[in-house]
């Protein structure tokens, strides 16, 4: 009878060791699907609603300043070129930015004069605050 029930609790042993595997097959499958999870939040919280940031950049640039190129570098840094009457128009576009709840940060990289169509080209950057 000792030899049946070592049998037994053997058979036992087995069948719990096999469901215990079946446990960890669910553990990690469940654990795969919350990184995905996860992953997915991060993004969307990272999304970035250029339509807001392009309607915020025209209310804030001057009449006389015209913006040539934009870029996004290194996830919120943006820089931006772009073509001014005077050094004037410039500092109120940089002051309009820095006064919008769009943008924090605004830097005046670089201006210089271009003697035949007597505009000033000039280089901004900026970090994006509000992003949707």
Same mark, same amino acid.
């Not at 029930?5 to 097959?25: A, G």
């Not at 999304?47 to 934009?70: A, G, R, Y």
């Not at 004037?88 to 830097?107: G, Q």
């Given at each position: 009878?000792? *030899? /049946?029930? !070592?049998?037994?609790?053997?058979? /036992? $042993? &087995?069948?719990? !060791? ?7 097959? &669910?553990?990690? @499958?469940? @654990? ?10 991060? @993004? ?10 392009? #309607?915020? $950049?025209? !209310?804030?640039?001057?009449?006389? &300043?015209? #913006?040539?190129?934009?870029?996004? +570098? ?10 001014? @009457? ?6 109120? =576009?940089?002051? +309009? ?5 769009? =943008?924090? !940060? &605004? ?7 271009? /003697?035949?169509?007597?505009? =000033?080209? =000039? +280089? $901004?950057?900026?970090?994006? *605050?509000?992003? *949707?």
């Amino acid at each position: 009878t000792l *030899e /049946q029930k !070592n049998e037994k609790t053997k058979n /036992q $042993l &087995v069948e719990t !060791n096999t469901e215990i595997s079946k446990y960890k097959d &669910v553990e990690d @499958a469940i @654990a795969k699907t919350n990184g995905k999870i996860s992953s997915l939040s991060e @993004a969307n919280k990272t999304k970035i609603l250029w339509s807001n940031i392009v #309607i915020e $950049l025209s !209310n804030t640039t001057p009449v006389k &300043v015209q #913006i040539k190129t934009m870029s996004l +570098n290194d996830g919120k840094r943006v820089s931006l070129t772009g073509i001014a @009457a005077s050094r004037t128009d410039i500092a109120k =576009f940089k002051d +309009n930015m820095e006064s919008s709840e769009y =943008f924090k !940060n &605004v830097t005046f990289t670089s201006s210089s004069l271009d /003697q035949t169509s007597g505009s =000033f080209t =000039f +280089n $901004l950057s900026c970090e994006l *605050e509000k992003t *949707e």
